[in-house]
């Protein structure tokens, strides 16, 4: 498997089993981070460093919007966390739970 290119999108790529076309990669990329949804208060983003579709960057701008934003960059982990699956996941139950009471 080739490296994932974003400035060049192929028609389509293989992506959780199903294919995912060049339209969707491309809105993926171009969504604009600074029309922050108003209703989330403390917003908690997990992000792969070997994202190849879009880069942490992109979480670390949106974020950057909320005062109590949590960003957790998890090193060598793809978009979907297939290095390691269980840590993003514990992460995730114990941010909810935190914040959920």
Same mark, same amino acid.
């Given at each position: 498997?080739?490296? /994932?290119?974003?400035?060049?999108?192929?028609?389509?790529? !293989?992506?959780?089993?199903?294919? $995912? *076309?060049? !339209? /969707?990669? $491309?809105?993926?990329? %171009?969504?604009?981070? #600074?029309?922050?949804? %108003?209703?989330?208060? =403390?917003? &908690?983003?997990?992000? *792969?460093?070997?994202?190849?579709? #879009?880069?942490?960057?992109?979480?670390?701008d /949106?974020i950057?919007?909320? =005062?109590? &934003?949590?960003? =957790?960059?998890? +090193?060598?982990?793809?978009?979907?966390?297939?290095?390691?699956?269980?840590?993003?996941? &514990?992460? $995730? !139950? +114990?941010? $909810?739970? !935190?914040?959920?009471?």
């Amino acid at each position: 498997m080739s490296p /994932y290119d974003p400035a060049h999108s192929p028609e389509s790529i !293989a992506l959780l089993g199903m294919q $995912v *076309g060049r !339209a /969707y990669l $491309v809105t993926a990329q %171009t969504l604009s981070t #600074n029309e922050v949804p %108003t209703p989330l208060r =403390r917003p &908690g983003l997990i992000h *792969g460093s070997d994202e190849a579709i #879009n880069p942490p960057s992109r979480s670390e701008d /949106y974020i950057s919007h909320f =005062r109590d &934003g949590e960003l =957790r960059l998890f +090193t060598e982990q793809d978009d979907v966390f297939s290095q390691n699956p269980g840590r993003p996941a &514990g992460l $995730v !139950a +114990t941010f $909810v739970t !935190a914040h959920l009471r």
